[in-house]
Structure formats: structure tokens, C-alpha cells
């Protein structure tokens, strides 16, 4: 079917995040950077320019220019080992996408050696041309032996010998922060934002905008650039069947990089630090085996970090993405690890929390605790290695403590280990709190057939995830899966069960929800709280119905939930630091890694590949910055500007964006219309589409568009439409979700039969906010104002004999009615429509499409049981009473929950 885009502009584009000039006034300095997100202006507080934070000292050549430079002097061409950029790219095809062996036989190919005739002509020649590319950091290697409390055969201590793999951090660092690719996303100091000039509502996001980076500036000498250093590490699966092989990657990056890119896996923002050594500690008794594998992590992070904690006291010159020499501080702010991985950094038991001192009797009551010491953990840990008595070990016990000495953060200045765990959004609430425990309890309380049906009878929406054979019977879970079954639980449970269940369950998905925002306000935050608290307020109701077996919620990952405001406020919004990220790097840097070696001593392998990989990823981003910058300056030899693409008014517009016809970019309810692609279905017979796309009204309510009109024609069964099969949509890009618009689909496809191999598939007919003139008290002055919901049954156009020489100037759609929003629903908290109906019919009526302002999705409100002839293709259609549903995505969540004024 044909698409029709529709792209709607509400407000002007939120800009970066600019930092202010430097001030000559010794105080902080409030300022104006301009900001749509909030409607109106976001004011930025610089750090005092007294203490010349991000000061630069003298310039430099970049790494790029060096590379430059050198080739110049060697005469050689930009490719450098490469004659040309075809040659280039067949040697990055090679490396990326085939092994060894394979590579061999392709360049032994006689229409390789004949027709193409690269200079490399075997697999040997190849890599040497590969490892002539400019390198990144070397690695190195350290054995390091155990010695166990068993002996051997002959009375010796028994021993093992293990290796570790790593890179100095120190110069990881350098080459982040010096890499001009990050040129445009890269920050040096650290400021405060708020909606409004009388700071009262600070907005957070970025590393820069939190707490950590600010005070910890404050007690720094003046002059100081802080490179905040987030670690993270994650052992992981490399084999199942060939001696069940694992890896232990640890993985850097910095806050000072803007946390989108620091996300994706092809910004090589973060970059391996090493692979701590997995051993099987034979050599150990099973008492001494678990502190045996303690002091190993704890003795190979200490070495690895060593560069780190030196340059963390006195800081290293570095030259800068931009050219400039500042004095870096390279300094441990986070640590990203799932929560046994927490417990084993922070040398604590894992029945007790890494964060806070609290009783392990008392997780899963909300209450506050004292948070942990670092200098008092220290204290205990140094005592008991050095004077260890009975009081002592009393006092371990009541710490929750593991007699490791020295833990690696013992030696990193301006580190509080114990403050620098962050939210995992994955493990924490997504698999654990969700997934884990409250479908769990809400399957025992429910029944496990009652919610597998109303799964199986889930409305469609694009983009929405069919569980066509309910939960129960999905094998294996990813993070994908809990967050599509989050995106309508609530919508399921809402109808038909107790309403302290619908209360739980709608706290814990808005924590999460909330959670999970890019860009957080003092009102989001308070309902973070707030939605914590609801949820502890109602959770028994769990224990009550026999859905949670223990009577208590002394759940680690519960409890965790109770320091996600504060983390947020001091590091920034969780998804800077989300394990989903690690495990997205485990395929390049482990699994991929392992895969190219021949299993046996593959560490020292998977370096080598490794090293080669980066080699060729950093050579693509230093001839794409050669490229750009070749522009650059043919543009300012010739004084003109680099060209942009135009629009045929004269407006410039990104190269992403489609060419728009009619309407105005400016204003906030606005609508701009780009030019469609042709319908796909034509000269569809009214009849059909009456029929198949369920509007049996569809004739009445054309005629009466007709004569509204002024127009006489009646229309009739045998009269031909050209059809679309949906709405594309670009919305208003906002900050708590994304800086980029993000595409929204209305559909109105019939259904499709079966064709050779492909099944047949039922007609989509999506709901929709459109726009009225009707008056609502109840939405009047927020965003929903002026806005019903209809399903979109039929998106078509006129034909031309109705209208004689006249034209409507835009598609039509059929649509059926939703009652206005009113009051949400008590428990669920969300609006509740029923089928709105005019002399005992379903309200139908056809508008033009400029109506329509984005999609939505409607829950049915299945009740206690469900009717049984409700199936996921009938049930939009016979359905009467919808939950209207804010969790299909984050967007939705911020128009329908926060009320966001422009999220339309």
C-alpha cells in the first residue's frame, strides 16, 4: 500500500546544549540558551569562571592532523598502505566481514588477481597492510600466579597460572578525548540548567548537568578539565559446546562525550580496557575459593587502573578534539555493573547493599539508611588485614564487608566507590523488578490462561510486538521482550483485577517509564518518588493473594529503586549508563573476537583482531574527517558557505528531511504536508471497502462531507477510490525523549490475502488523535486540548468527477468516534473511551487527514474474563470500552502522564 507523510511541527528544533561564554566575574553566571523542549527558555548557570575550568593552555595538532602530516612527508596518498579508495574499501569489506582462511582463497581468485589486482595479493600481504594502518593503544600482558591453600602430589602449595589482557587507561583517555570526530559532542566543564530563570526547576541529562562533575570541580585546583571515567564490566559467554568458554571484558569511556554517542556501538565512545583473567582456582579449597576470586578482581583492577591513579593526582596534558592543550584530570566517577558484579566492587556481601548501610530485613520497606563510607570501609579492611580479631569480624558482619585488601578504588583520588554505582535500567527493573517479580506475582494472582488470552487478543499497533501464543511460552526473554510486554501490561491487568493489583502495577511501570527519560526536570523526579512510594503503599496486596509465597520484599533489586533520584541527580539520566550497552559491545569485543580465533589461547588472539578492527575503524573516521575538512577549506578559499539543500520556497532544510508542500514550519499546531507517494490500491470499489475495512457507514458519511461541500453528488456502491495504507508522521522532537524527530504511523490497510508463501494478514485500522473544535473543560489549557480520539478506518481520495473543476488539497479519512477524555481512571490512572454513537449508531464521519495529529493505542477493557470470540484481529473492531494506553512508547508516555504542552 501506498504511504501518505504527514509531518507535523510543533515549536522550533531543541538546539545542543551550548555552553556560555566565559565570564570575567568570579561568581557563577545564569544565561539564556534558547530551548523549545520546555516551551520556552533553558537557562544555563556556567561554572565560576574563577576556577577556569576546562582551561586551555596552548594548541596543538590533533591526532588526525599528525596522521596527516606524516603522510605528507612520506609522500604518501591519503590512503596510506591503500593505492586508492576502492582498494581501501575491498581491504575494509575483508577485515569486517571475513576470516583468514576465507581471505586467502578470495584474493586467490583469478578474477581478483586478473581484473581488480590489489596491491595486496595473499592474506599475508593483506595484514601487513592492515597493521601499517596508525594504531591506538598497545596492549599488554601481565602472568600473574595463585597460590591456593591445597597442595599438589608432592606437599607444594598448589598453584595456577592465569593472564590478564589490558591497555593503559590513561592513554584510552587520550585518544577519546582527542578524537576530532567527537569535535561537536564533546564538553569540558560542567554547568547547571533550569526551565526558568529563577532556578527553581533544574533540568538533567548530560554527565555535565549533574552533581558529581560540579562539586567534585569545586575542591579541584583552578585550571582543572575533569575527565570523568565510567568503567564497566560484565563477564560473558564466548561458547556453549567447546569447553564452555568465557570472557571478562572491562570497558572506558568518559562523561565529557555526549551520552547518544557514548550509546552507539559505531561511535567507538567506548573502548576495551582489558579481559580480567577467568580462572578455575583448582587450587583453592571451596571455603577459601569465593574471597580467593575477591582479592584476584580486586589485584588485576589495581594494576590495570595503576596509570590512572597517578594521573588522577596531578593530571596529564592532553590535546584536546579541539585542537586545545588542557590539563586533564582523569578521575573515576561510575561504575556500570549488573548487581552481583556491584556487590564484588564494592567488597560487600551480596545479601546487602552496595550503596547504603540499611538491614538486609529492611529492603523492601522504602526506609531510609545511612549511606556507606568509603573512608570507614577502609579503615575496617586495613584493620582486619593488619590486627583481625573476633570484634572485628562482628563488625565486618554488621557492614555487610569481605575481608579484601586492597580493593582497587583504594588508591584512586576523588573516587567514592560507594557513590559511584549507577542505575541498570536492564537487570535492575526491566528483567528484574518487571519480568522477574511483578508478572510473576500477577500470573499467580491472575491465573497464567487468563493472561496468556488477553496477550493473545492485544490490539495491533505499529511497531507493537504480538505475543500471538500469550508469555507463558516464550523460552528465553531479552531486554526487547520486557519492554514490549511492558508497553501494555497495565492496559491487561486494568480491567479485571483488584484494584490494589492495577495500583502496583501502574507505580512500578511509571517508575520505570520515568526512569528511562533522556532528559529529567525537579518534576520528574518527584514523580520517580512518588511513583516508588505508590508502589510500596499497595505491594502487599501481592503477599495477600498468594501471588508473593515470602512475606517480606526484601528484593535486592527493589530496594535498588529507592536510590534512582538520587543517582540521576548526581551522574546524570540512567540511560547514559544503562548495561545494555555492555552487552550490545560484548559481540564486537568478545563473541565476534572469540569467533575469529582458533579457541585455543584465544585471548592473545582476540587482541590481535581487535587491535586490527580498531585500526581499520579509526582510519575510516580519520578520511571522513579528511574529507570534511577538505570541504571546509575549499569553501573558505573561495569564500562561499558549503552548500545546503533547499527547499523550492528557499528554505534550508537537512538532507534527512523530505521536501514539504504547503503549511508553515513556524507556530505550534501547524501542519506540514510533504508530497505523497502514489496510492497504491486503485479504483477500489466503494462496496469493498465498506466490507473489508470494516465502514459500513462509509457512504453516508461521505455524502454528508459532500454536502457540507455544497456539493450535490451522491456517492454510491459501485463509485472506485484510490486508497493509502497509512500516515507518517514526524513528531515534535522533545527532551526527556530524543533530540531527533521520531516517525509516527497511523494505518488504515485492508486485510491482505494469502499469496503463495505469504500468510494473509488481517486489516489494520489504528486509533488516532484528531483534531476538534469541540469544547472539553476537562483538557482545556494542556496538550490534549482540542484533541478526540477516532480509528482510522479508510484514508483515500476523492475521485475528480466529484468535485468537477474543484480539488480537495489533501487525502481524505473515514473514522469512527471515541467518547471525549475525561477523569482517568482511579487506579490505572488512564483515560477510559467508549465507541461514541449518534441515534444508535457508531459515530462516523470523513475528514481531511490534516486533522490527524499522531497515533495512539487503545487497550480493551477485557474485564474479569474475557470474551471468547475476541481474537487480536476482531477485537478493535468489536470492542466497545479502551484504556487508552500512555505506555506504547516514551513520546506517548510524555503527552499523556506529564501533559507535555508540545509533545503534539
Known sequence: MGDYDQNQFNG????????????????????????????????????????????????????????????????????GPFANDDEWQLAKWLIKNVGHNQTEQFLKLNVIQSKVEPSYRNKNSFLDAIDQLPGGVEWQCE?????????????????????????????????????????????????????????????????????WWWNLQSRLPDGTTIAPIILSSDKTQLSHFRGDKSAWPVYLTIGNISKNIRREASAHATVLLGYLPIGHFDCFS????????????????????????????????????????????????????????????????????????????????????????????????????LHPSPALKQEFKALGLRPVYPPFWSTLPHSDIFEAFTPDLLHQLHKGVFKDHLVKWCILVMGKLEVDSWFKSMTSHHGL????????SVSQWTGKEHKEM??????????????????????????????????????????????????????????????RRATHFNIPKIHSMQHYVELIRRFGSADGFNTESPERLHIDYAKEAYRASNKKDFIIQMTVWLRRQEAVDRFSLYLEWSQRTGEELEAT????????????????????????????????????????RPPHLRRVPASKIMSEQHAPRFLEALSSLLRSLGLSYLPRHFDTFNLFSRLVFRLPSIAEVSSQKLKNVVRASPPLERCNRRPSEPAHLDFAFVRTTEANAFT???CLEGLRIAQIFVIFEIPDYYLGHERLSSPLAYVEWFTPLRTPDINSGMFVVSRSTRMHHRFAEVIPIHRIVRSCHLIPDFGHHKDPGWRADNVGILCDRFFVNPYIDVHTFCLLKMHRRNSI
Not at 174 to 187: A, C, H, Q, T, W
Not at 342 to 369: F, H
Not at 496 to 518: E, H, K, M, N, W
Open 286 to 385: 571451596d571455603k577459601a575459593k569465593p574471597l580467593a576470586k575477591y582479592q584476584l578482581f580486586h589485584y588485576c583492577m589495581t594494576t590495570m587502573l595503576a596509570t590512572l591513579a597517578n594521573a588522577g593526582r596531578v593530571g596529564e596534558e592532553m590535546t584536546c578534539a579541539d585542537s586545545a592543550i588542557r590539563r586533564i584530570w582523569p578521575i573515576l566517577a561510575a561504575y556500570v555493573a549488573d548487581y552481583p558484579e556491584q556487590c564484588l566492587v564494592a567488597c560487600c556481601m551480596e545479601n546487602r547493599c552496595p550503596l547504603c548501610k540499611i538491614d538486609p530485613n529492611l529492603r523492601g520497606t522504602n526506609s531510609p539508611a545511612a549511606k556507606r563510607d568509603m573512608h570507614e570501609a577502609l579503615d575496617k579492611l586495613v584493620q582486619n588485614e
Open 465 to 472: 510486538r504480538h505475543f500471538k501464543n500469550g508469555i507463558s
Open 637 to 676: 578559499q573561495a569564500n562561499t558557505e558549503i552548500p545546503k539543500a533547499v527547499d523550492e520556497d528557499g528554505e534550508e532544510h537537512d538532507g534527512d528531511e523530505e521536501p514539504t508542500a504547503g503549511g508553515s514550519s513556524q507556530g505550534t499546531s501547524l501542519i506540514r504536508i510533504p508530497t505523497t
Open 143 to 211: 602472568s600473574i600466579t595463585l597460590t591456593g591453600d591445597l597442595t599438589d602430589d608432592e606437599g607444594e602449595a598448589a598453584v595456577e597460572e592465569v593472564e590478564m589482557w589490558f591497555r593503559d587507561p590513561v592513554e584510552c583517555v587520550r585518544e577519546l578525548i582527542g578524537n576530532p570526530s567527537f569535535e561537536d559532542v564533546i564538553k569540558y566543564t560542567p554547568e547547571r540548567l533550569f526551565a526558568g530563570m529563577e532556578t527553581e526547576v533544574r533540568v538533567i541529562n548530560e554527565m555535565w548537568t549533574a552533581d
Open 780 to 782: 482545556e489549557g494542556t
Open 12 to 79: 522550533t528544533p531543541f538546539p545542543q546544549d551550548t555552553p556560555g561564554e566565559a565570564s570575567t566575574d568570579q561568581r557563577s553566571q545564569v544565561e539564556e540558551v534558547v530551548d523549545e523542549h520546555w516551551g520556552g527558555e533553558t537557562w544555563s548557570e556556567a561554572f565560576p569562571a574563577a576556577k577556569m575550568a576546562g582551561a586551555v593552555y596552548s594548541h596543538a595538532q590533533t591526532s588526525f592532523q599528525t596522521i596527516r602530516d606524516e603522510q605528507i612527508l612520506q609522500g604518501a596518498d591519503i590512503w
Open 486 to 547: 511492558e508497553k501494555v501490561f497495565l492496559g491487561l491487568v486494568a480491567g479485571g483485577s483488584d484494584p490494589r493489583v492495577v495500583q502496583a502495577v501502574r507505580a512500578v511501570t511509571d517508575f520505570i517509564y520515568y526512569s528511562s527519560l533522556q532528559t529529567h526536570t525537579t518534576q520528574t523526579l518527584n514523580a520517580l518518588g512518588q511513583a516508588l512510594n505508590e508502589f510500596h503503599e499497595s505491594k502487599n496486596v501481592f503477599i495477600e493473594l498468594g501471588g
